[in-house]
C-alpha cells in the first residue's frame, strides 16, 4: 500500500468546505456518472472540474457480506442471549446480553440446502431485514444460560423493527470495484453466486453497474474514505473502513481502473431510516441467500484528476471473463479475455472465438435511480458532503505517468 | 399467427386423439412444448399454433366441444412488478427471450405473448417475482380477437 499522493498540483482546487459551502447556498452542480462522461468528452476534464462540483454515483445488486447488528432489549428477569434466531434465522450473538448479528446469506433452520438441488434458499438473513424494513413481525427467539445477573433463560416474541431499540446495517464488503465476468466450460449447468450458467458457455453473466459504480469512478480512492457519508439502503449511511478483500493491488489500465476484483467498502447506516425498496432479500438458485443493497457515493470534483476518473465510460472499463465450470471451484487463475461493459451492456460477447449472449446480475436502472436520487438530495442540500478523516490502502498512480498493464 | 395455448383436458378425454386433428381439420399447425397427460386423469398441454386466425378460433371451438379448455398461456404467467427490481438475471435463463433486455436504457422486459410457461425463470429470478400457474381454478377467456 501507499500514501495517497501529496503535492500534485493541479489547475481546479476545490475544498470539501467549498463545496458543501456551494450545497448550502443552493449552487452546487451536481450531475451523476452518467451525464460526466459525456461532460467531460465534451469540456475536457479542467473544464468539467471548473464546471462540477459532485458526481453522484449508484449500484444495486447482491451483496454478500452484509448484514445487521441488532440490540433487542432486556427481558424481566434479565437474560444474557446465547443463541439468537429471528425467524428461524440464526444470527451470532457472542457479543453481549441482547446484542446480536444477523448475516444475510445465512439460512433458515430448515432449509434444506442443497439436498434437493439446486436448493431454492426461500428465506435467509436477508429476507429478515428486508422484512424488518417494510414494518413487517418477525419471531425473535433467544436461549440463554442463567447467570446471577442474568436468570432469564428463554425467549420468544414477536417483534418490528420499532421494537428493537437499536439496528444497525452493518456490512463487511460493498460495492466490489468490478467483478468478474463468468461463464461455464465445463458440460453441466452450475448454479453460483453470479447467477445459473450453462454449459459449453452458452451464457456469460456480469455482476457491475459500470460507469455508474461507485468505486470505479473513484479507482484509487482519492474521495471514498473512512467517513464518506453515502446513500445507503434508501438512508444515509457511511463508509466506515475499506471492505474485507479490499485489493489496491489489481491490475489496472492506463487509466487507473481496475481489471479484476479490486477495492471494497464497508458501510453502515441506521436500518430505521432504511426502505425495503432498495433492501431486498433475494434467493440464489443452487447457491443461498443473501441481500440486493441500493448503494450510491457522492463523489467530490476536488480537481481536474477527479473529473478525468469519474469521466471514464463503459468503453473504457474491462474485466476478465472466468470459468465457474471449473477454475474458480479450484482456484485455476485463468482468464478467458478481457472485455469492456459496453461490450458486456451490448448483450453479446466473444469469447474463445464463440459468442455469447450476457446477462446483467446488478440492476442498471436501479443504480441511476439510486444515482438521480442523490443528485436531487444534495441539489436540495439535503445531504452534505463527508470529508474522509482517513483513507484505504491505495496504489500508485498518475495520468501523467501510466503504470504498464498487468 | 402464431400463439401459445394451455389446454386443460377433462379426465374423461384424456385418452382420446384429439391435437392430431388440428391439422387434419383446421390447417393448424402446432409445436407441443409441454404435455402431462394420464389415463382416467385430468391433464394438460402446453400448446404452440400456427395457422390462420380464423382457422385457429375454429380448432379452439372444436377442443371446446371436447370439453377441452383452452386459453392464452400469456395470462398464467405473471411478472409482480413490485417485486421485480430488474436486475436482470432472468435474461440469461429464459431459452425463447420473453425476458430481456431492453437498449439502451437497460430495463428488464417480460413479455407475456413470447412466453411458453417453462418455469425456468421461478426459481431462477433471485426475489421471486415470476409465477407459473396451470391451476385450471383460474381460467380466463381464450377468443382471438
Same mark, same amino acid.
Given at each position: 500500500m501507499s500514501e495517497q499522493k501529496q503535492g500534485k498540483t493541479f489547475q481546479v482546487n476545490k475544498t470539501y468546505a467549498e463545496i458543501n459551502a456551494r450545497i448550502r447556498a443552493g449552487e452546487a452542480v451536481v450531475v451523476t456518472a452518467d451525464e460526466m462522461v459525456d461532460i467531460v468528452r465534451q469540456e475536457g476534464p479542467v473544464e468539467a472540474a471548473r464546471r462540477v462540483d459532485v458526481v453522484t454515483t449508484g449500484t444495486f445488486s447482491v451483496m454478500c457480506s452484509s448484514g445487521?447488528?441488532?440490540? &433487542?432489549? #432486556?427481558?424481566?428477569?434479565? +437474560?444474557?442471549? #446465547? /443463541?439468537?434466531?429471528?425467524?428461524?434465522? %440464526?444470527?451470532?450473538?457472542?457479543?453481549?446480553?441482547?446484542?446480536a448479528y444477523i448475516g444475510v446469506t445465512e439460512p433458515s433452520e430448515n432449509d434444506p440446502l442443497n439436498q434437493v438441488y439446486p436448493g431454492e434458499f426461500r428465506y435467509g438473513g436477508g429476507h429478515v431485514i428486508e422484512d424488518l424494513v417494510a414494518g413487517k413481525k418477525v419471531l425473535l427467539e433467544v436461549k440463554a444460560y442463567p447467570t446471577d445477573c442474568y436468570a432469564n433463560t428463554k425467549m420468544h416474541k414477536e417483534v418490528t423493527l420499532a421494537d428493537l431499540p437499536y439496528a444497525l446495517l452493518c456490512n463487511p464488503r460493498n460495492g466490489y470495484q468490478n467483478y468478474n465476468c463468468a461463464v461455464n466450460l465445463s458440460d453441466r449447468i452450475v448454479y453460483t453466486y453470479m447467477g445459473t450458467l450453462k454449459p459449453n458457455c452458452r451464457n456469460a453473466n456480469y455482476c457491475s453497474a459500470g460507469q455508474l459504480s461507485p468505486l470505479l469512478n473513484d479507482p484509487l480512492y482519492r474521495t471514498i474514505g473512512i467517513g464518506t457519508r453515502i446513500f445507503l439502503g434508501g438512508g444515509v449511511g457511511y463508509v466506515t473502513f475499506q471492505g474485507t478483500q479490499h485489493n489496491p493491488a489489481a491490475p489496472r489500465g492506463d487509466n487507473g481502473v481496475p481489471i479484476r476484483p479490486a477495492g471494497t467498502m464497508m458501510v453502515q447506516g441506521d436500518l430505521k431510516k432504511m426502505s425495503p425498496e432498495w433492501l431486498r432479500g433475494v434467493s440464489l438458485q443452487g447457491y443461498g441467500c443473501s441481500l440486493a443493497v441500493g448503494l450510491g457515493v457522492p463523489i467530490p470534483?476536488?480537481? !481536474? !484528476?477527479?473529473?478525468q476518473f469519474t469521466g471514464i465510460s463503459d468503453e473504457e472499463i474491462f474485466t476478465h471473463v472466468v470459468d465457474y465450470g471449473y477454475d474458480y471451484t479450484n482456484g485455476v487463475a485463468r482468464t478467458y479475455g478481457k472485455v469492456s461493459y459496453a461490450q458486456l451492456r451490448s448483450g453479446e460477447i466473444e469469447v474463445a472465438g464463440k459468442k455469447v449472449p450476457t446477462a446483467p446480475l446488478s440492476s442498471l436502472t436501479g443504480a441511476r435511480k439510486i444515482a438521480e436520487t442523490l443528485k436531487s438530495w444534495i441539489q436540495q442540500g439535503k445531504f452534505h458532503l463527508g470529508e474522509p478523516v482517513d483513507y484505504f490502502p491505495t496504489a500508485d498512480f498518475s495520468f501523467d505517468k501510466p503504470e504498464p498493464q498487468e | 399467427m402464431t400463439k401459445i395455448f394451455l389446454l386443460s383436458y377433462p379426465k374423461e378425454n384424456s385418452s382420446q386423439p384429439v391435437i392430431c386433428q =388440428?391439422?387434419?381439420? *383446421?390447417?393448424?399447425? &402446432?409445436? +407441443?412444448? /409441454?404435455?402431462?397427460?394420464?389415463? #382416467?386423469?385430468?391433464? *394438460?398441454? +402446453? =400448446? !404452440?399454433? /400456427?395457422?390462420? /386466425?380464423?382457422?385457429?378460433? %375454429?380448432?379452439?371451438? *372444436?377442443?371446446? %366441444? =371436447?370439453g377441452v379448455k383452452a386459453e392464452r398461456i400469456a395470462g398464467r404467467v405473471h411478472r409482480d412488478e413490485k417485486k421485480c427490481f430488474q436486475c436482470g438475471a432472468c435474461t440469461g435463463i429464459c431459452p425463447v427471450g420473453a425476458l430481456h433486455i431492453q437498449q439502451p436504457e437497460m430495463t428488464v422486459v417480460f413479455e407475456p405473448e413470447k412466453c411458453t410457461a417453462c418455469g425456468l425463470c421461478v426459481t431462477g429470478c433471485p426475489v421471486r417475482a415470476m409465477a407459473v400457474s396451470f391451476d385450471p381454478a383460474t381460467e380466463e377467456s381464450c377468443v382471438m380477437a
Open positions: 445487521m447488528f441488532f440490540n &433487542f432489549g #432486556q427481558t424481566n428477569p434479565t +437474560i444474557k442471549g #446465547q /443463541k439468537v434466531w429471528v425467524n428461524k434465522v %440464526s444470527a451470532y450473538a457472542g457479543l453481549a446480553a441482547v446484542d470534483i476536488l480537481n !481536474e !484528476e477527479m473529473a | =388440428l391439422v387434419k381439420h *383446421y390447417d393448424v399447425e &402446432f409445436n +407441443i412444448l /409441454k404435455a402431462e397427460i394420464l389415463p #382416467q386423469r385430468d391433464g *394438460y398441454l +402446453i =400448446l !404452440e399454433m /400456427k395457422g390462420l /386466425k380464423e382457422n385457429i378460433n %375454429s380448432a379452439l371451438e *372444436y377442443l371446446r %366441444s =371436447l
